[in-house]
């Protein structure tokens, strides 16, 4: 009897409808009531305890997978967040270097206002194909459809290599502990020549697209001091310049105000013509979807820039974001006084192939050399996160992607880059220089991630398992 190499297409489907209907949403549910918040922004996590609450879920449920030779341990390495290593034997032999590594992530980001009435972070909502509640997409299925994939390539009794997975719990804090657990376990992962990442997202809920490139970041906080204390605005005004115009003009030297262009040539690169080929062709795809998927005041739109070069400044040029503000008192509670200083948090999202402590270096000499008027101008760099570019797709993987998005979605695979940070990948791609990448995940239009209202597309989901089982199965017998 010949061993089959591929999916029963409408087997698959039912089996992930079945598997997810009954199992991985019920999980999923009980998951995004957990607080369990990244450590970045719960420093007392462990005495929360809301992170063991997800780790016991999610070891939990994988433990009760009927996928022979599976093993799931919890590793915990002193002062690092746990993290969840499993193991599943190869149903076709082979050496370690043939071993796929499946990646995802449990911890989550902040709350953040602005929910809609009847939803919230922390309870689970189900509207038709949308399951809302913080963590579901980003990154709570990654486990439960990792270990489903498997699952059903083991009830079709399809061949595969030897699988290693890891979900860590700091990716939303970038990924702080995870290099030293990928070296304390490195000779039990092996040498991966495909990594399959499920924290990445797509342009459309209608085919599968995997993710050609990440943008670093460099995050910190940039604060302008120009008195000691508050005093009366009507005696100061006009004699001491107010902290808020000083940062404005200082952040003018590192952003054009009026097209949000990047002024440091430190944070550019020269964008590969391969990328600009791929944006063009998700273009072609996407038309007016690429900024029409975002929650637009009535009015405000990109301006006339064309939808390849909006994709091209989400994913390869450096942006800027404002995304926290201290010292300013809520309006209402504002009196007339000038303040003594002003603090904003900076996220700078910065090209693949920029070292982000090149571009750290470069904006704090932007922002600091020669302050206006004499105001004391710090800016005090956190975190920064390196950017990602894959090697270039294997014949067998990319006619594998097409293949499976093709018989799962129905339409043909498609490639672009995307504008977040994955520092896993960029630490894979350095240590497995020879291994291949589908970075892919359901992060699609709307689903607001680390926003509020964010949520899981179902029925793209369960596709999208289908979709990771049909290429580890060809990963099994791609030529060579």
Not at 34 to 46: G, L, T, Y
Not at 68 to 93: D, K, N, Q, S
Not at 290 to 306: E, I, K, T, Y
Not at 452 to 472: M, R, W
Request: charged residues 20%.
């Amino acid at each position: 009897m010949t061993t089959p190499t591929k999916l029963d297409t409408t087997k698959a489907l039912a089996f992930a409808d079945r598997v997810w209907e009954g199992e991985i949403l019920p999980a999923l549910t009980d998951y995004i009531r957990i607080p369990n918040k990244s450590q970045a922004f719960d420093h007392a996590w462990r005495e929360h305890g809301h992170m063991e609450r997800a780790i016991v879920l999610i070891e939990t449920w994988c433990k009760k997978q009927p996928i022979p030779g599976l093993t799931v341990e919890v590793r915990r390495l002193e002062g690092r967040t746990p993290l969840i290593f499993m193991e599943v034997p190869g149903t076709a032999g082979g050496a370690k270097e043939d071993t796929v590594l499946l990646y995802g992530h449990l911890d989550k980001q902040p709350e953040m206002s602005g929910w809609r009435a009847g939803l919230s972070p922390w309870e689970p909502v189900r509207e038709g194909d949308r399951l809302y509640g913080r963590g579901g997409a980003d990154d709570g299925y990654s486990a439960f459809a990792s270990l489903a994939a498997l699952r059903l390539l083991h009830e079709q009794q399809i061949p595969h290599a030897r699988c290693v997975i890891l979900i860590e719990a700091g990716e939303e804090s970038g990924s702080p502990d995870l290099p030293a657990y990928v070296e304390a376990l490195s000779a039990r992962i092996g040498k991966p020549s495909l990594v399959v990442c499920l924290d990445s997202g797509c342009a459309n809920y209608d085919q599968l697209w995997s993710t050609t490139s990440l943008r670093g970041g460099v995050w910190g906080t940039l604060r302008v001091d120009m008195l000691t204390e508050g005093v009366h605005s009507g005696s100061a005004g006009g004699i001491v310049p107010d902290t808020f115009r000083v940062l404005r003009e200082v952040l003018s030297r590192v952003e054009d105000e009026k097209t949000g262009t990047i002024k440091v040539d430190a944070l550019h690169v020269e964008i590969p013509a391969a990328r600009r080929a791929q944006a063009a062709a998700s273009a072609e795809v996407l038309h007016d979807e690429v900024h029409g998927a975002f929650p637009w005041v009535a009015g405000a739109g990109p301006g006339d820039r064309s939808v390849v070069e909006l994709l091209l400044d989400r994913t390869w040029r450096p942006a800027l974001a404002i995304t926290g503000a201290e010292g300013l008192p809520e309006p209402a509670l504002a009196g007339n006084v000038l303040r003594p200083y002003t603090a904003l948090k900076l996220s700078m999202r910065i090209p693949p192939r920029v070292d982000p402590e090149v571009a750290a270096r470069a904006l704090k000499d932007a922002l600091e050399t020669n302050p206006p008027h004499g105001a004391r101008v710090v800016f005090s760099t956190g975190s920064g996160a390196s950017g990602w570019d894959a090697p270039a797709l294997a014949p067998w993987l990319e006619a594998a992607a097409d293949a499976a998005s093709r018989a799962f979605f129905g339409k043909p695979a498609m490639s672009m880059g995307e504008g977040g940070t994955i520092p896993f990948m960029a630490m894979l791609g350095e240590r497995f220089p020879a291994a291949q990448f589908l970075v892919t995940g359901l992060l699609g239009p709307q689903s607001n991630a680390h926003g509020p209202n964010e949520f899981l597309h179902i029925p793209a989901g369960k596709k999208l398992t289908c979709c990771v089982a049909s290429v580890i199965a060809a990963h099994c017998v791609r030529p060579g």
